[in-house]
């Protein structure tokens, strides 16, 4: 049975962790998953992030998982059978660390660290301290990383976040409620044999074969997986088929670094073998983290189409021509209210019109009714209240606010630009009508500024239609050092490509998540587009790494044909990436609610 529920994040980081991949494992689902196929298997568990989305989407009769990692395992069951009792030492450890200096909080890691392999060593395998120990060095870490030395014990040196969120109590409260139906085990892959049929889904996700010398953050346990285990695995992967179970595999893909490597090819060359993007995060420099390809195998070929599950071509054709609102052509209010405040000085000037002696009364009425100028500039379509000319006779400066030249050079001025002809040849017959048609024209040269803001409102007011208010639940146009020191969040991970300070154009903050969200619309084609597309995509990479921080971007416009590939490459590392259409279909509510 499919459920709606929204998929949970893990408590844990952890390297080569699937929670950026999620998005393609789920496309490769098996299509009957919640109806014949009732069992789920996870023999090498890790952080759980297919596992939390299996129990958020599907109710399975049999739920069960393994890892060899005992410490892991047990954590788990704290989690599941000891929550309470796990909260209070992690409130404990999580007020201690964060009330430190940086350096004394570089001190109480390794004395924690120390304890933990102490307890190790001991071979006290269920106690709370262990598990809370866990939990508090895998937040505290170099990148969450868990690697254990030849003789089991836990050598991964701090990392360099700034205050990091310990625990989530909200978070753990959740997975625990959807582990009382899961059965947790610490043992090696080959014991879930057993419980396997052909109703069951497996997923493997075994410590990755390295790339090269220097990726070796595959040791969880003091037992390397080398490629003799990956050769044993890939046979149980082929005695397990025999048996009708569905089964799909993960692993690094090694053409990266060879293209003549097809270690995995040969291994699994019966099976479907898709190679899927993806971003290695197990490096501090997000310089080193690129897009390289990873490898996903099946032994079946029909997917589970989930709903919402979205193809890039079919997105992108829902892209709009346009966004003009009803306000976008002209804002009469603003038209109306400018004309308004000259209507006097028009009226004034409305004596003039089929004048035969224009010049002399014009002189008359400066003389009387010198303010009259500051009307003259939008006779001429100009919003400026200064108005530079030049001819043989010289160049001049006008103004209109105040007069700077005699009487004699205005009227030289009005007859030069030929407003004397206009209004003494009865061109006109009112110039408050005319000021309204000038006005009108010059508001619809400002649409191209208007457009530029069109988007934001209109993420905006869906925002708000989905119950946030500004300045409680939403925020415009906020800084990173903002968001920080308002949320107590830190964001340094964010480059922003070394330029400016970055800005978001809004901050929505719910109960459990502060959502950062980027605006645009490009109806032409032009390089700002790659720019934005790449930009983002560093962005997107980056927040990845921020406990209770996601990047949303809005954007949508028949622009992006031309630049159809950097925003692709976006697309498949964003899960946040949303148009208009997808806007019109309640995703801010879906999504922030």
């Not at 170099?142 to 909200?170: A, T």
């Not at 719910?510 to 969200?517: H, V």
């Not at 416009?557 to 925003?567: F, I, P, V």
């Not at 995703?587 to 922030?592: L, R, S």
Request: aromatic share 14%.
């Amino acid at each position: 049975m499919k459920k709606n529920h929204k998929t949970s994040n893990s408590f844990l980081k952890w390297a080569g962790g699937k929670g950026q991949l999620l998005k393609e494992i789920k496309s490769k689902y098996p299509k009957d998953l919640g109806q014949n196929i009732n069992k789920y298997i996870e023999p090498f568990v890790g952080s759980g992030a297919v596992l939390f989305d299996i129990l958020s989407s599907y109710d399975l009769d049999y739920i069960y998982i393994s890892d060899i990692n005992t410490d892991l395992i047990n954590t788990y069951q704290d989690i599941k059978y000891n929550l309470k009792n796990l909260i209070l030492h992690l409130k404990e450890l999580s007020s201690k660390y964060l009330s430190l200096t940086e350096e004394e909080q570089k001190i109480y890691y390794y004395h924690k660290r120390e304890r933990y392999n102490e307890l190790k060593t001991k071979n006290l395998e269920e106690t709370l301290e262990k598990s809370s120990l866990f939990i508090f060095l895998n937040r505290t870490c170099f990148n969450g990383l868990y690697r254990l030395n030849s003789k089991g014990l836990f050598n991964v040196p701090k990392g360099s976040y700034k205050n990091p969120k310990i625990f989530d109590e909200i978070l753990l409260k959740e997975i625990s409620k959807k582990l009382q139906k899961v059965k947790i085990c610490s043992y090696d892959y080959t014991k879930c044999e057993p419980f396997i049929d052909s109703n069951t889904f497996i997923y493997f996700d075994p410590p990755y074969r390295p790339l090269n010398k220097t990726s070796s953050f595959i040791s969880y346990t003091e037992n390397i997986f080398d490629d003799e285990e990956q050769v044993s695995l890939a046979n149980f992967f082929k005695k397990l088929d025999k048996k009708g179970a569905k089964m799909m595999l993960s692993n690094s893909d090694p053409k990266n670094i060879n293209e003549n490597d097809s270690f995995f090819d040969d291994l699994y060359k019966d099976y479907n073998i898709f190679r899927v993007h993806a971003t290695r995060m197990i490096n501090s420099k997000a310089s080193s983290r690129g897009k390289i390809t990873e490898i996903l195998i099946t032994n079946y070929n029909e997917f589970k189409e989930e709903k919402g599950m979205r193809n890039f071509d079919n997105w992108l054709k829902g892209f709009r021509e346009s966004i003009s609102t009803y306000h976008y052509y002209i804002d009469f209010e603003k038209v109306i209210s400018n004309v308004e405040k000259l209507k006097i000085e028009l009226n004034i000037l409305n004596s003039l019109i089929g004048n035969k002696n224009i010049e002399h009364e014009f002189e008359i009425i400066l003389k009387k009714y010198p303010e009259t100028l500051k009307c003259i500039p939008l006779l001429l379509a100009v919003r400026s209240q200064e108005i530079y000319a030049q001819d043989e006779d010289g160049a001049f400066s006008y103004r209109f606010d105040t007069m700077n030249y005699s009487i004699e050079q205005y009227k030289i001025f009005m007859r030069k630009t030929g407003l004397f002809d206009l209004i003494s040849n009865h061109l006109v017959n009112n110039l408050v009508d005319y000021a309204l048609g000038v006005e009108t024209g010059l508001d619809s040269n400002g649409r191209k500024n208007r457009g530029g803001h069109q988007m934001e409102n209109l993420v905006e007011s869906y925002i708000q239609k989905a119950g946030f208010i500004k300045g409680k639940s939403y925020f415009k146009e906020m800084k990173i050092k903002e968001i920080e020191k308002k949320f107590n969040i830190d964001l340094s991970k964010i480059s922003n490509q070394g330029k400016t300070v970055k800005r978001f154009d809004f901050v929505v903050k719910t109960e459990t998540m502060i959502y950062g969200i980027e605006t645009n619309f490009y109806a032409s084609s032009g390089s700002k587009l790659n720019e934005t597309a790449r930009s983002y995509k560093q962005i997107t990479q980056e927040s990845k790494e921020i406990e209770g921080f996601t990047f949303v971007w809005f954007t949508d416009g028949k622009g992006w044909n031309d630049a159809r590939n950097n925003l692709r490459e976006t697309f498949e590392i964003l899960e946040n990436i949303y148009n208009i259409k997808d806007m019109e279909n309640g995703i801010i509510k879906e999504k922030f609610l």
